[in-house]
């Protein structure tokens, strides 16, 4: 089964409009970390955004924010005020197992291209 | 953020020989150091995962006699590809990791092989 599954392959938003791109995740470990991350065309992997399974409360940075729901097994991430250089492709990605452990790696789910329209 | 540089970003070489890609941490110090590998329009898929003084750690299918992985210093990982082939064509990312809730990534490196 995947452990990281992002079901949108693209969506669309109008700049200054607020969106959400799907993140569902499976694992047994109760100790995990949830990450997402954006890929502009150039290639470079920039770090958004973290959830501890721990963490009481949902992640925020900026305009990110990671709507958390541990039931569902769901990380969802929430772009508000989206800009035209938001587009690009985001990657969720979890390391679960011993967090302390140097062997404990990330498992990237398919991505979502986003695309922001004027 | 922290920042990861990675060099060279693009390089071409004939097939039959061998290319170096350096991953530095370059200001922090990372214990644990990734590489992936990433095909057009694909998400990213981990070769190996090296640690400070030991040996690197491959992930099934990857060939740890073709990728050479060396993690010398806190700060500095190398993938050598030997042998290139074609098929060794891609985009490769290192990564490092600070602290088990950071990862951080390099701006990537296009290798093509001709």
């Known amino acids: 089964a995947q452990k990281i599954t992002q079901t949108q392959p693209g969506m669309f938003v109008q700049e200054k409009e607020a969106v959400t791109l799907d993140c569902t995740y499976d694992?047994?470990?109760?100790?995990?970390?949830l990450f997402w991350y954006k890929q502009p065309s150039s290639g470079e992997m920039i770090f958004l955004i973290y959830q501890g399974s721990y963490d009481q409360q949902n992640a925020t940075e900026g305009r990110y924010s990671l709507n958390f729901q541990k039931a569902r097994k769901s990380a969802n991430l929430v772009i508000s005020a989206s800009q035209l250089g938001d587009s690009a492709m985001y990657f969720c990605a979890m390391r679960d197992g011993n967090m302390n452990s140097g062997y404990s790696t990330l498992t990237f789910g398919k991505g979502t291209m986003l695309l922001v329209s004027p | 953020g922290a920042v990861v540089s990675q060099h060279p970003s693009r390089v071409i070489c004939k097939s039959g020989t061998s290319v170096k890609i350096e991953c530095r941490s370059l200001?922090?110090?990372?214990?644990?150091m990734f590489w992936y590998r990433q095909f057009p329009k694909q998400s990213l898929m981990l070769m190996a995962t090296s640690n400070e003084g030991s040996k690197a750690t491959y992930e099934q299918g990857v060939e740890k006699d073709k990728f050479l992985i060396n993690h010398a210093s806190l700060t500095l990982s190398t993938l050598t590809v030997t042998s290139a082939h074609p098929e060794d064509s891609s985009f490769y990312i290192c990564?490092?990791?600070?602290?088990?809730?950071?990862?951080?990534f390099g701006p990537g490196t296009r290798l093509t092989v001709t």
């Open positions: 200001d922090f110090q990372a214990t644990t």
């Open positions: 990564s490092a990791r600070g602290s088990p809730y950071e990862q951080y």
């Open positions: 694992t047994s470990d109760p100790s995990y970390g």
